[in-house]
């Protein structure tokens, strides 16, 4: 069971934790739990303000956030009892402080202080609802997934090494459940080799919840979060957009690679090779079933089954004319993002050009700078992804067209379809980026 941010945001949203979890310990439940909201997001402004020297700002930035941890232990635990919370609390102050001084020193390299500064939104988070759940009389046990976790050492964005993460969670876990203990785990958070804390990049918690899914063969992996499962767009764009029943694993995969936020990319991968059902679900709704993600869900009526976007995307188009009909031009293309570790996201190509979409530019500019040895480079920032998703979509006659014409008035800068079976994915404008959407969804749904 999978508790996102929002699922921890305050001392109502522990209860209802408490009331999710303690309804389902038949079933031997494992928790992963996100930092309580907004704390990630604080918890990176301040390593941001001790780098630029500001150390006394960037830890008094945080004192409120210790504070909505403190207002939670308090409602729920009562003064003088055995609390493993308060303990954790003044160690967090403690090494936050070293480490947002360390910052402004730069004593360490920054992305190893960044991951450690950012991971203690997970681990009071996880220590809290541990301690929450006993208090109430749940057999609730911290468990640091630092230590079942391992990685490489990019930080940010570490990569699991699996088997040996798959060998520490039964090793650890298989016992406390047997013993009828519930584990509870901070998500997003890991360590290398080394022993250094690493994290799992934005977002992933989702993904910590199937690899601890994937590991113990669990029956099912319930991602638990602030809307009714994966709808048919993002429910902030439109108003009336509507829970999906059922999605297959390569459809749900496509739509968050593509955007739908509330499914971290990775999570898809660890419950399809292990075959767990996911389902998706609403902490403020428990008895909806929200969305279940299967090996199979079958077309949609009308075939689409959700619409995802992502803003804030760069197109890069290379054009080659001396390339024309000579082998090696797209190697040579590729190798070059290889170099920068830059993920490619859309691509569309013809003999002598290429064009494709970046949503991470750090590097852009020596990219660009390579690639000029290749051909002309065009950059063109400001662009939206949009990604139509549904089973048989390609297979479809005459789908692309509705699609297309029912946004007649858009200029399309890319379109990519075929690859996948199941969407079909174009880039405009990021300005029209939610009016698109909007059309597409009230004409399909
Ligand atoms: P959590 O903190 O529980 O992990 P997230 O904020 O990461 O939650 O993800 C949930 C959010 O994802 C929703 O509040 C919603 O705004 C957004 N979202 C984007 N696309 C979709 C979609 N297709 N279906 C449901 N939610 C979506
Ligand atoms: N707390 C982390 C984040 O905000 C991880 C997560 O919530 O999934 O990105
Ligand atoms: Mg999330």
Redesign the pocket.
């Known amino acids: 069971m999978k508790f ?4 921890v945001g305050d001392v109502a949203a522990f209860e209802r934790v408490y009331g999710i979890v303690s309804s389902q310990l038949k079933r031997h439940p494992v928790v992963v739990v ?1 930092a309580m ?1 907004k704390v990630t997001d604080a918890l990176l402004a301040a390593f941001e303000t001790a780098k630029k020297g500001e150390f006394a700002e960037a830890f008094a930035s945080l004192e409120p956030h210790f504070e909505r941890h403190v207002a939670v232990s308090k409602t729920f635990i009562a003064d003088g009892a055995p609390n493993a919370f308060n303990a954790e609390l003044d160690f967090a102050r403690d090494e936050l402080s070293d480490l947002l001084m360390r910052t402004s020193r730069r004593s360490l390299p920054l992305q190893m202080l960044k991951d450690a500064i950012v991971s203690y939104g997970e681990q009071l988070s996880s220590r809290l609802l541990a301690e929450v759940l006993k208090s109430k009389g749940v057999n609730a046990r911290q468990v640091d997934s630092r230590r079942l976790i391992v990685t490489d050492d990019e930080y940010g964005a570490a990569t699991p090494i699996i088997d040996e993460t798959n060998e520490l969670v039964r090793l650890e876990l298989e016992p406390l459940i047997a013993a009828g203990e519930v584990p509870i785990m901070g998500g997003f958070i890991a360590a290398s080799r080394g022993g250094e804390t690493t994290t799992l990049g934005r ?1 992933g ?2 993904y910590s919840a199937a690899l601890v899914a994937a590991a113990l063969h669990a029956g099912v992996l319930q991602i638990w ?3 009714t ?8 764009i439109c108003t009336d ?1 509507r829970t999906i029943p059922t999605l297959s694993y390569e459809e749900a995969a496509e ?1 968050a690679y593509f ?4 499914l971290h990319p990775k999570t898809i991968k660890p419950a399809v090779d292990n075959a767990i059902p996911v389902r998706v679900c609403n902490t403020f709704e428990p008895n909806e079933v929200g969305t279940m993600v299967l090996d199979e869900s079958g077309e949609a009526p009308n075939k689409i089954k ?1 619409i ?1 976007h992502k803003k804030n995307i760069t197109i890069l188009r290379i054009t080659s004319a001396r390339m024309l009909g000579s082998y090696g031009f797209m190697s040579a293309v590729f190798q070059v993002f290889d170099r920068y570790r830059t993920v490619i996201d859309v691509i569309s190509t013809s003999e002598v050009s290429i064009a494709l979409t970046l949503d991470t530019t750090t590097e852009i500019d020596k990219i660009v700078g390579e690639l000029q040895r290749l051909g002309d480079v065009e950059v063109e920032p400001g662009y939206g992804v949009v990604c139509v998703v549904g089973e048989g979509l390609r297979a479809s006659t005459g789908l692309a067209s509705k699609i297309f014409s029912t946004i007649d008035d858009v200029n399309i800068a890319l379109v990519s379809h075929g690859a996948s079976a199941v969407n079909l994915t174009f880039v405009v404008k990021e300005e029209v980026v939610a009016d698109v959407i909007k059309k597409l969804h009230g004409e399909f749904f």
């Open positions: 996102g941010g929002t699922s996100s909201t977002g918690s989702d979060t602030d809307v499962g994966v709808m048919t767009c993002d429910p902030r957009a739509l955007g739908a936020k509330v959700s995802a």
